[in-house]
């Protein structure tokens, strides 16, 4: 099930939200739990038994860690609840990249095992993970509770598509929580703009690239409307649903962690790690980089470090090479960014870093985006009048002019600028009265349009959710 | 307090908004057929466990929840007003509107697809219309008309009718460009109107070589109401339906009308089409494989053979003034060797091959 369906909005949600609120307190967590479970079924009813499987893997190596504090079983059980987590993880998403590259390389015929990806599982395993990881550390305290647990793991408002919410972030919530008028409202209006973000804007640029892909005749032009285009729609699609799972974790009185701060306005590729799916980059900062030593190491074993978090990250999204690569790419950036790039950004006037910025991005989501690495290379090509194409055509010309505004609109909402100008104009006393009225009819009519959009539009599912 | 009544409303507001949407949709009636969009709505997926562990189920409810969405045409409505008015787009889906017309984008020109039509036709004439008189005409779509004015992509005509043009030599070509207009079409259908095709029956007589002609004034106008053309339900923008016209006389009204699919004889013009999931199906039947029209009052021979598209079946009504019989064949429905196991090619008689741009540009749909 989508955020974005109509079967979520207006049939799972309004039940869910119904018997939450009726239940009592010490309730609340099964409704939650119940509905998470209905709510991963209907998009993966045979993975559903997956999911629990690693909840109770999850629980059971907490309890015995727990346990065990202090003795070497403790480490040993961290150890075997990592290689259950990475090894469930590798299984379902990574066997068959494997089979297909050692057919390549040792000339083999093994067969393809062709196993459907479980939605989230990248996602809810790293939150397992964290949950053993930090409990080891002592950062955490056992959840003897499986009901609580297993409400972590599932809760359905991050459960697909993040953030990813370490266990230490909602420990107390899970038992305590206070639902208040304020987290209501200010959950449902981050709701609303985030499913507007993704159905609205997002879903609209989705269209370039389901037109780039039938047109025959591309011109240099075309390869940067397309490129510009994804750039956006993957910004407003993630960071819509980061949105959604921020507004409804608030409903539910749940405080996730952001996970966009406007990535577009930084000035380097550094600056961009922390503005952009910052729960993943924190969660490989803090479990795979420092327990590598970080930066703390001689500077070939720092470059080492900063190569394999890279790696694995580009490797996190998906089982092709051209992941592996986008990787990488930010790896090496990253690097030459420290050791020489930051030194000279910072003589330069600010208008450069945003440029130098927004060009590596925008070629790190074209390897990003393409099928196989030598797709990439194409559309890298494409971009630079590599590919014997014209500059411009007709065609090119009536999609330019057809997503225009939209791309305008989105280049402007990727910047804090609209909620600042909101925040200037609601300071007079006299303009926030008259807010209090308009801001949630602004926030129905959104919901309006988004049913619009729904009820028009064809199936258009979030990019991240098969990761 | 107040901040926190406010918030309160305003919570309950849209929550109410949602739990009211889930009430109404269940409630609600439910129908079968969408007239606007000429199509059978989703049904309430069957209940299968092997649907439910694959997925199936919970993704066919969804398109049912879609389908049956109160107030479906509205909400289609705002969405279409948006991208309007708010992303300036020019179109909704390759549809767009000009002057109260709806048209639909058709690009780029399919190179492939032309030659495999020319190819069709030479192959069809070779094999079983030997010693007939052959002609092949084009029926411009109406975008030709508005398309490159108003800034829309469209087909490169000229490129098109050239490839036929360079490919087909059995027959010759007929134009009809030159005597039509975007004033000739319904507004919110693909298809011409009955009422301006004498001219175009004229034009066809005059290519053959025939001096036959027809008048408007020996036909007696009617009119059926409302007329939802095939762009109605694409548009979601409110669109005047249109008046679909049928003109008759004694001719159409004792003609002979023999059905080869449904082995039956009809009429003409059925009526009670109008009301169908395809208006335009009130000329002979619609979309049939093989029909044919007999004019007992015609005092020769001569027979027509045409192969067409759905363009045909308003034509031909005006074309059996001038003869004994009319074979409409549609090669969507049927192919070329089953219709010649029905019907005999008889030498010396006309064949017409009449396509509309669209259908050469996609003529993969002919078998």
Not at chain 2, 34 to 61: C, H, M, T, W
Not at chain 2, 331 to 347: F, M, Q, V
Request: with cysteine.
């Amino acid at each position: 099930m989508l955020f974005s369906s109509i079967s979520f909005l207006y049939y799972f949600l309004p039940v869910v939200l119904i018997v939450y609120f009726i239940t009592p307190n010490k309730g609340k967590n099964f409704v939650l739990l119940i509905a998470s479970l209905i709510f991963y079924f209907v998009g993966e009813p045979i993975y559903s038994i997956l999911m629990i499987a690693s909840s109770l893997s999850g629980y059971i190596h907490g309890l015995l860690i727990n346990k065990y504090q202090g003795t070497k079983w403790a480490k040993i059980i961290l150890v075997s609840s990592i290689i259950f987590g990475i090894g469930t993880l590798g299984f379902f998403k990574y066997a068959d990249f494997f089979v297909e590259n050692i057919n390549l390389l040792l000339k083999t015929d093994l067969g393809l095992l062709k196993l459907a990806l479980p939605i989230g599982i990248s996602f809810y395993t790293f939150q397992i993970l964290s949950y053993t990881i930090d409990l080891y550390r002592g950062k955490a305290q056992v959840q003897k509770s499986f009901l609580n647990f297993a409400t972590y793991v599932s809760l359905f408002p991050q459960l697909i598509a993040g953030p990813i919410v370490r266990y230490t972030t909602i420990e107390e919530q899970l038992s305590k929580r206070k639902v208040t008028w304020e987290n209501i409202y200010s959950g449902s209006k981050r709701f609303i703009i985030g499913l507007s973000k993704k159905v609205i804007i997002a879903n609209t640029l989705a269209e370039i690239g389901e037109m780039f892909s039938v047109t025959d005749d591309k011109t240099v032009v075309l390869y940067w409307l397309f490129a510009i285009g994804f750039m956006l729609q993957i910004y407003f699609d993630f960071s819509g649903y980061s949105d959604m799972a921020i507004g409804l974790g608030r409903l539910f009185g749940f405080d996730f962690p952001e996970n966009f701060n406007y990535p577009y306005i930084s000035r380097s590729i550094t600056e961009f790690w922390r503005r952009w799916h910052i729960s993943l980059s924190t969660w490989f900062r803090d479990y795979v980089y420092i327990p590598l030593g970080g930066n703390k190491v001689s500077n070939w074993k720092w470059v080492r470090n900063i190569l394999i978090v890279w790696l694995l990250t580009g490797f996190w999204h998906g089982a092709e090479w051209n992941f592996i690569l986008w990787g990488v790419y930010f790896g090496i950036i990253l690097i030459l960014e420290k050791l020489v790039i930051n030194k000279i950004l910072m003589r330069l006037p600010k208008i450069f870093g945003h440029i130098y910025l927004l060009f590596l991005v925008l070629i790190g989501f074209v390897i990003f985006n393409a099928n196989n690495i030598k797709e990439a290379f194409i559309n890298i090509q494409g971009l630079f009048g590599g590919l014997e194409i014209s500059f411009v055509n007709v065609e090119t010309l009536y999609y330019l002019k057809k997503y225009l505004v939209v791309i305008a609109i989105a280049l402007i909402g990727s910047t804090p600028f609209p909620s600042q100008m909101i925040k200037k104009i609601v300071e007079n006393q006299r303009v926030q009265k008259v807010f209090r009225v308009v801001e949630p009819l602004i926030l129905t009519s959104l919901l309006f349009v988004v049913t619009g959009c729904l009820i028009s539009g064809s199936f258009n599912p979030f990019l991240y959710f098969r990761f | 307090m107040k901040k926190m009544t406010s918030k309160f409303i305003a919570f309950l507001m849209l929550c109410g908004i949602l739990i009211l949407g889930m009430v109404v949709n269940i409630t609600l009636p439910k129908q079968e057929f969408s007239y606007s969009e000429r199509r059978k709505l989703s049904e309430f997926p069957q209940v299968k466990i092997q649907k439910i562990a694959n997925g199936d189920f919970f993704d066919d409810l969804e398109d049912y929840f879609l389908d049956h969405f109160v107030y479906r045409d509205f909400f289609r409505r705002i969405d279409s007003l948006i991208r309007l008015n708010i992303f300036n787009q020019k179109d909704i889906n390759g549809i767009y509107s000009i002057n109260g017309g709806l048209y639909k984008i058709e690009y780029p020109l399919n190179e492939e697809s032309v030659i495999a039509l020319s190819q069709k036709i030479e192959d069809i004439s070779q094999k079983y219309l030997k010693g007939m008189q052959l002609y092949y005409s084009v029926i411009p779509d109406k975008s030709y008309f508005v398309s490159e004015e108003n800034g829309y992509l469209c087909l490169d005509y000229q490129e098109m009718l050239s490839i036929l043009d360079e490919n087909i030599s059995l027959s010759e070509y007929i134009d009809i460009f030159s005597c039509l207009n975007v004033d000739d079409y319904y507004l919110t259908d693909i298809h011409w109107r009955q009422d301006k095709l004498v001219k175009v029956a004229n034009q066809i007589f005059d290519g053959m070589n025939d001096s036959y002609r027809i008048i408007l004034e020996d036909y007696e106008i009617h009119k059926l109401s409302p007329f939802y053309g095939a762009y109605y339900g694409q548009f979601p923008l409110k669109a005047r339906p249109d008046e679909l016209v049928y003109l008759t006389n004694e001719t159409t009204e004792k003609a002979l009308v023999y059905n080869y699919y449904t082995s039956s004889y009809t009429k003409v013009y059925d009526e009670e089409k109008i009301d169908s999931a395809d208006g335009y199906s009130v000329y002979l039947e619609g979309p049939v494989p093989l029909i044919t029209i007999e004019n007992p009052l015609c005092d020769n021979d001569d027979e027509l053979y045409i192969f067409r598209d759905s363009f045909g079946s308003s034509l031909a009504p005006l074309l059996i003034e001038r003869y004994k019989k009319i074979y409409l064949i549609d090669l969507r429905y049927a192919s070329e060797d089953l219709i010649a196991e029905n019907i005999d090619y008889k030498e010396g008689q006309r064949v017409l091959f009449l396509y509309s741009t669209t259908i050469i540009n996609n003529s993969s749909t002919l078998l």
